[in-house]
């Protein structure tokens, strides 16, 4: 069984883990797509919540990827796009799945944006001070500059 952990006070900007019943609503909504798509793609879920958010240290490799991996042709023509891509970051914060939450609709910026994604680097998610694996959501966009 993979876990999904949120962490909900941080993940959607609450104060003292108070929410009005719309974000709530719009976080159970989200939740379960997340879950249905993991589910779709074979893995059973609950979800749990962490003490500290994984960090992206890879930042810079990220934004250049972006630009490695933009298919030229599209590029060429102007076409970009956003992709919001679910990651499993491992409790040593390696990327051991990439999943395509939203497409862009291009299925060649959203295999691009699965390779970028596979290249990031994570601090472990913690939770009493114990390195989990976690499954993170983040959107990846493709511009031409």
């Known amino acids: 069984m993979i876990r999904i952990f949120v962490r909900i006070a941080i993940a959607w ?6 929410a009005s019943s719309a974000t ?3 976080r159970d909504e989200y939740v379960v797509k997340i879950q ?9 879920t609950v979800v749990v ?18 630009q490695e991996h933009y298919p030229e042709d599209l590029k060429d023509q102007g076409i970009g796009g956003n992709i919001e891509t ?12 990439v999943l395509i939450l939203t497409s862009s609709g291009e299925s060649a910026l959203d295999q691009a944006a699965s ?5 990031m680097v ?8 114990v390195p989990v694996q976690v499954w993170v959501s983040i959107w990846l966009t493709f511009e031409v500059k």
Request: hydrophobic share 45%; proline share 3%.
């Open 13 to 18: 900007g609450l104060a003292a883990g108070a």
């Open 24 to 26: 709530a609503q719009t």
């Open 36 to 44: 249905q798509l993991l589910a779709a793609s074979g893995y059973d």
């Open 49 to 66: 919540e962490f003490d500290a958010a994984p960090v992206l240290l890879n930042r810079d490799q990220m934004l250049d990827g972006l």
């Open 86 to 97: 679910l990651l499993r970051v491992d409790s040593n914060g390696t990327i051991g799945d």
């Open 115 to 119: 390779r970028v994604a596979a290249d």
């Open 122 to 129: 994570y601090s472990p998610a913690l939770r009493a001070d």
